[in-house]
């Protein structure tokens, strides 16, 4: 949970590639009503992407595609901050705008398709239906909007760029940029997989220098900040503390890369001080100044403003346990917090907003041993939001962190009965499940009730064995499987395989059928 939260920062636009922005929401929101709205085309199977391809090369025109889903944070962050803009409306005239409902019918098909799972990620093709690049969703809007302004022009796909700098052959400044900014969070593994992402990220650093001093920079903090996800880290030598030093030293330069600062903070802290010391302190104080500066930067977002105190926050307890639930933090810091948390909730009145950063509050809150106020924020904040299960989820996650079991349980429940959509409740179901079996595994026909209820709702659903809904069904046979090790759940077990073998038999796709069958395996 912390790590989806932080891709919900919007990071700052570039200042070579064009004139920052800043965030105004009312005053974009207003002018974007003087304009049509983004003519967005609902999609839900193949035909709707056909029909969208057709037009596009008729028009000859790219397309973008947006997946997102109505519950998620940074989805709404998008919708807050980009999608009402009047110069991102004008511009996606360029293009043809096709939407994904992950809770669509057929939508997680769609996802297996295109490899896409994390919400929100922004796809831009040529109308011959080659990917140029993935956008990043975790950027402020105006960066967004100038990278696809990028992509639209250069019009080459990411992986032949790729594929040009790997070889050693030129690229121009616009294309090491396009790489820079590439969605690598969501590139789901088509352009390297995610433990070759740090060396990778590395090399086309020290490619890229000479050419972008910023994009060299990024590159080189997205390859430290992705060894937190998986594989090495590059080598820290000292020609890297210093570029590193001197960003985070320069208020311009830290705001151009204020979004993988900001979002990896910790992960960057540990990469080039690997143990605790004087010099990882030292880093640690340097990165706190920039973050400072974020937080008191009124072009930026209250998500990015957020994310900045979330960061300042992990720093401050990366010397702790990782599970401490009152971490010692600076009064200061925890005053800071408080008073951050009490402004969101204030002066966020648009539901999109309040959506996208309510719960960052509540879990920067949690993160900083605030547990009575988390509460509270989310408590409060039910009535108000347009996708309640949501933060009933949080509200399960506070209770169980601090041992109040029962409560979890009821508000995991609540959560998975409010849900709406056949891939949120397979989502919400299976992480309900998932906490009676490690809480109270002794409550056989609670669980079972609850697995068969899942079975019966995804035998409705002919998505539900393909992408974010297959892998909650994959997360529910595992959580069973685990729960009857020793046999003593046979006879539940029994009965939920015979529950299954009766949705397997109806699967008409051998693919639907494979996944169905592999859920529940005899053992």
């Known amino acids: 949970m912390h790590r989806a939260l932080r891709v919900t920062l919007l990071a700052a636009a570039v200042a070579t590639l064009g004139t920052l922005t800043p965030y105004l929401p009312a005053a974009t929101a ?32 790219p397309v973008l595609l947006y997946w997102g889903a109505k ?29 994904i409902d992950g809770d669509n019918p057929g939508a997680q098909r769609l996802g297996a398709r295109f490899k896409v799972r994390g919400y929100p990620t922004m796809i831009l093709f040529n109308n011959q239906r080659q990917e140029l690049t993935r956008l990043p969703g975790e950027a402020d809007a105006a960066q967004v909007l100038q990278v696809l302004q990028l992509g639209l022009a250069r019009g080459r796909p990411v992986k032949a760029v790729l594929a040009d700098a790997q070889a050693g052959r030129k690229l121009s400044a616009s294309e090491w940029k396009l790489l820079g ?63 590193i030093d001197k960003v985070l030293a320069d208020p311009a330069a830290s705001r151009v890369q204020v979004d993988v600062i900001a979002n990896s903070a910790d992960d960057i802290a540990v990469a080039l001080a690997p ?38 926050v992990e ?69 108000k939001s347009h996708s309640p299960y949501y933060l009933m989820s949080y509200l399960g996650g506070n209770a169980r962190k601090q041992g109040r079991t029962e409560e979890a349980l ?33 409550d056989s026909a609670r669980i079972e009730k609850a697995a068969s209820q899942l079975l019966a709702e995804a035998e409705k ?34 009965r939920l395989r015979a529950q299954l073998d009766g949705v397997c038999a109806k699967q008409s796709e051998a693919s639907d059928k494979a996944v169905c069958e592999g859920l529940l395996k005899k053992g």
């Open 30 to 61: 207003a002018a974007a009503q003087s304009s049509a709205a983004i003519a967005w085309q609902e999609a839900s199977g193949d035909a709707d992407i056909d029909r969208a391809f057709q037009q596009a090369a008729a028009e000859k025109k």
């Open 71 to 99: 519950w998620c944070p940074p989805c709404n962050q998008l919708k807050a901050t980009l999608f009402n803009r009047a110069d991102f409306i004008e511009q996606s005239r360029a293009f043809v705008a096709v939407h």
């Open 181 to 243: 900014f590439y969605g690598w969070d969501t590139d789901e593994q088509q352009l390297v997989p995610a433990s070759q992402r740090p060396a990778l990220l590395a090399r086309l650093a020290q490619a890229s220098q000479g050419v972008d001093d910023d994009t060299s920079t990024r590159l080189w903090l997205k390859a430290l900040a992705s060894a937190g996800e998986g594989g090495q880290p590059p080598k820290a030598d000292a020609a890297l503390r210093a570029r």
């Open 275 to 312: 143990t605790a010391g004087p010099d990882r302190q030292a880093l640690i104080t340097r990165l706190d100044a920039a973050l400072k500066r974020f937080q008191a930067d009124a072009t930026l977002s209250r998500a990015d403003r957020l994310q900045a105190l979330l960061a300042r």
């Open 315 to 383: 720093l401050a307890r990366l010397d702790q346990p990782k599970t401490e639930l009152r971490p010692k933090l600076d009064p200061a810091l925890l005053a800071e917090v408080k008073a951050a948390a009490a402004r969101t909730d204030q002066e966020a009145t648009d539901g999109y907003e309040r959506q996208a950063v309510i719960t960052s509050a509540a879990h920067v809150l949690g993160r900083a041993g605030l547990w009575t106020d988390s509460d509270a924020l989310l408590k409060a904040s039910l009535a």
């Open 410 to 442: 009821r508000w995991y429940e609540e959560a998975f009965n409010r849900s709406e959509g056949p891939a949120t409740r397979l989502q919400w179901g299976s992480n309900y499940l998932g906490a009676l079996v490690e809480l109270t595994p002794q």
């Open 461 to 494: 659903d002919k998505g539900a064995f393909y992408e974010r809904s297959a892998r909650s069904l994959q997360k529910v046979g595992s959580q069973l499987t685990a729960w009857n090790a020793k046999g003593q759940h046979a006879d539940s077990l029994k």
